[in-house]
């Protein structure tokens, strides 16, 4: 059996080692750079031919219902993962050097930054530097996978190597260093699952909206009711 040709995408997306400034990796980062460009630059006015590029920019976005406000950056495109109903809000960064997933229901704030990227600790293994096939670096990366229902609130950056749980809250700011476990809210720096999302929780959002209420969550209630006495 004829042996699989190693590349350097091929490592990249495996998270090694790999040069960056190889040629298969070089015209795949062109080509995502081009197409961020391009639908950043196509007019909300022109929406179908702004999903369009968006699809070919996300493949994995296509037939699915998936919403990007301009301006959207990402390194590739190939390899971000999406499921059905995904929101990315104004100024989110998706650096897929290796995969990131979003699975079902999964929401992004304004300027969430997803970075998978990693580099050595130590400066004389991290810089540009003479190899045998050229001056460059060498680096590698983690992926991210956020899990369906989650809200990622604004200003939120996640690291590389990280899995968020299923129907989980980033609140605004936090760096998400470490995994977060289902159905918790996480915040910091870095974010800690500082609670159990539960039944308090719960606004009943349409008897709220049909009333024109306030809304508050059965906690908030009861928070005011104790204020309030």
């Known amino acids: 059996m004829k042996k699989e040709k190693r590349t350097d995408w091929n490592r ?3 998270g090694k080692l790999y040069n960056s400034t190889s040629k298969d990796i070089m015209l ?3 080509l995502g750079m081009w197409r961020c460009e391009r639908y950043n630059k196509c007019s909300v006015v022109f929406q179908k031919r702004k999903q369009r590029i968006f699809n070919k920019l996300v493949p994995s976005s296509k037939g699915k219902s998936v919403c990007a406000f301009s301006p959207f950056y990402c ?3 190939v390899n971000i993962h ?3 109903d995904i929101f990315f809000n104004y100024g989110c960064t998706l650096l897929d050097i290796s995969p990131i997933t979003l699975e ?8 969430v930054t997803i970075a998978t990227p990693c580099h050595p600790l130590i400066a004389d293994e991290r810089i540009n530097q003479n190899y045998p096939d050229g001056y460059h670096d060498l680096e590698f990366s983690k992926p991210v996978t956020i ?3 989650t809200w990622i609130a604004s200003n939120v950056t996640v690291c590389g190597g990280v899995t968020i749980g299923e ?8 760096v998400v260093t470490r995994d977060i476990p289902d159905g918790y809210v ?13 039944e308090n929780d719960r606004i009943n959002v349409w008897d709220t909206y049909l009333k024109e209420d306030m809304p508050l969550s059965v906690r908030d209630k009861e928070k005011l009711t104790k204020i309030t006495k």
Not at 104 to 111: E, P, Q, R
Not at 167 to 174: I, L, W
Not at 186 to 198: H, L, T, W
């Open 28 to 30: 795949q980062h062109a």
């Open 147 to 149: 899990k369906k229902g």
């Open 75 to 77: 390194e590739y495109g």
């Open 12 to 14: 990249m997306v495996e």
């Open 82 to 84: 999406l499921g059905n």
């Open 104 to 111: 079902d229901g999964v929401w992004l704030g304004a300027n």
């Open 186 to 198: 996480a915040m910091g720096v870095p974010a800690k699952a500082v609670r159990k999302i539960d």
């Open 167 to 174: 129907n989980c809250v980033v609140a605004a700011g936090s």
